[in-house]
């Protein structure tokens, strides 16, 4: 990846995607909004919840109780120790930690929305979360339990705790103690005022920082995917006017079209080739810019869900003091990151099933036109003992069926919670970790049908009358050849996978885009 040059300024600016990618990696400087309308701005809100206070207004989350009990007032003289009460009663997660980068990504999400200044929140608390951000404090979250709505509150708890001075952060690679990273920087624990929980924790921050970086994943994969398939193409002496500009015309899906133009770019289509063997390749070929394709078409929906979802005020309640309002409303509920997430696990579990069936026609000698069995590179003497990419292919069937399964939309799995208040939730943030899960799947599976289509094509290669690549494909398995050499005796592949599904996460190679 290469480095985010231009500072990432967090305020009234909208940011991109691709900016919380460069946070989530520590490539980018970030800057808070400093001047003085804006920081103006914010504290008015602040302010005029204060004012408020003063005539006893009434105010859910700051002067009565939470969700079903907003029912209950909150005497004055209990209202400051409210928002304490709100992080430790959520304090209930369970599951793996985030990592460190999906946790740099919740942390610039909910900074982002907390800056567009209608949520009652202090700039000294926007000041603190950006600090968290620029030192590199990380609180520790549970992945396990949020429904949705109202927002993250359990996982985002967590945050809330940790700015506080409370429970455990990860600071220059050591599980630390928040009050101690503090003292260590000179920083006191924020006391949060009325509001300021709630508005922290009430937000969609988790999910859709979890998204950011499931599509940033998926659009490489993509890229990706469509490498492996001229490369399969070339192994499996398939047929390149599949791909046929004139083709795709006549069916023209944006992103369709543009998966097939990078195979003829990959396949230098105009270039003379040799005669056909087959008019026509099985689908996983010759219908891969129609499967790809239609995760091409669908991230430009996806970037739009999930960039609003990033640049906007998802808490409840919206704090106007320009107009000096109170708007109860349900801003919170993750629908949109829901729905994108759950779309997103199917169409990329697709990809998965795509390279599984590539694989597939690549190690069987009925389908292969030629290969020796398995992919394995063995001379003829030793060839009955060596198995070459069999284990490999039954591990990729494994982990597609896996992905597969995972499919399943977890947005209409509503539950009703919380006494029946938060009766209708989204499940956005089940569904995020449903897509990265599912992300993890197919990129061990694009991990072994490269490895897979490289040996395919370097075996093609030592055969009389070899025709040579095309020059991408040259450039890649060049580039390929210096970490993974060809399998000629068998040997355990786990560690070379292991380093492909780094090269994957690195985004290593610079394919299409």
Aim: proline share 5%; hydrophobic share 45%.
């Amino acid at each position: 990846m290469t480095t985010h040059l231009e500072p990432v300024t967090f305020g009234e600016r909208p940011l991109r995607i691709e900016d919380v990618l460069a946070l989530a990696n520590r490539q980018a400087p970030t800057q808070l909004q400093g001047d003085a309308a804006y920081r103006q701005r914010i504290a008015k809100g602040a302010q005029f919840l204060d004012s408020l206070l003063d005539k006893e207004g009434v105010i859910y989350g700051v002067t009565t109780g939470y969700g079903d009990s907003c029912v209950v007032a909150v005497p004055l003289q209990h209202v400051e120790a409210l928002p304490r009460h709100l992080y430790t009663f959520h304090g209930c997660g369970l599951g793996k930690l985030l990592d460190a980068q999906a946790t740099r990504a919740v942390l610039a999400a909910r900074l982002q929305s907390l800056c567009h200044g209608v949520s009652g929140v202090r700039v000294e608390l926007l000041e603190r979360l950006h600090a968290f951000l620029e030192h590199d404090v990380l609180p520790l979250i549970p992945e396990e339990g949020s429904v949705g709505a109202s927002g993250d509150l359990t996982p985002l708890s967590y945050v809330a705790a940790t700015l506080s001075g409370e429970r455990d952060v990860m600071f220059r690679g050591e599980r630390r103690q928040a009050a101690d990273v503090h003292r260590e920087l000179g920083w006191e624990p924020l006391v949060l005022r009325p509001k300021e929980a709630l508005a922290l924790m009430n937000g969609t921050a988790v999910m859709t920082g979890l998204a950011c970086l499931a599509f940033a994943r998926a659009d490489y994969l993509l890229q990706l995917a469509t490498r492996i398939t001229a490369l399969n193409v070339v192994a499996l002496q398939g047929n390149p006017e599949h791909f046929d500009e004139r083709l795709f015309a006549a069916k023209p899906h944006p992103g369709q079209m543009q998966v097939a133009a990078w195979l003829r770019k990959d396949l230098a289509i105009d270039a003379p080739t040799a005669p056909l063997h087959r008019l026509q390749d099985r689908y996983s070929l010759r219908c891969a810019p129609h499967v790809l394709g239609v995760l091409a078409d669908s991230l430009s929906w996806l970037r739009s869900f999930i960039e609003i979802e990033l640049n906007s005020a998802n808490d409840n309640p919206i704090i106007d003091a320009e107009e000096e309002r109170v708007l109860h409303g349900g801003h919170f509920y993750g629908g949109h990151i829901a729905f994108a997430m759950d779309s997103l696990k199917t169409l990329v579990a697709n990809v998965a099933d795509l390279l599984d069936r590539q694989l597939a026609l690549l190690v069987d000698v009925r389908y292969n036109h030629g290969l020796p069995s398995n992919l394995s590179g063995a001379p003829a003497d030793r060839a009955m003992i060596n198995h070459g990419f069999k284990a490999v292919q039954i591990g990729t069937s494994a982990w597609t069926a896996e992905a597969l399964k995972n499919t399943m939309p977890a947005s209409v799995f509503s539950r009703s919670t919380e006494c029946h208040n938060q009766d209708k939730v989204s499940m956005g943030t089940i569904a995020a970790r449903d897509a990265i899960r599912v992300l993890e799947l197919t990129e061990q599976v694009a991990a072994a049908t490269l490895l897979a289509a490289n040996q395919g094509v370097w075996l093609r290669a030592q055969a009389e009358g070899a025709r040579p690549l095309p020059p991408a494909l040259a450039a890649m398995h060049e580039e390929l050849a210096k970490d993974f050499p060809p399998v000629i005796e068998d040997r355990a592949l786990e560690g070379e996978l292991r380093l492909c599904l780094q090269r994957i996460a690195e985004q290593h190679w610079r394919l299409h885009a």
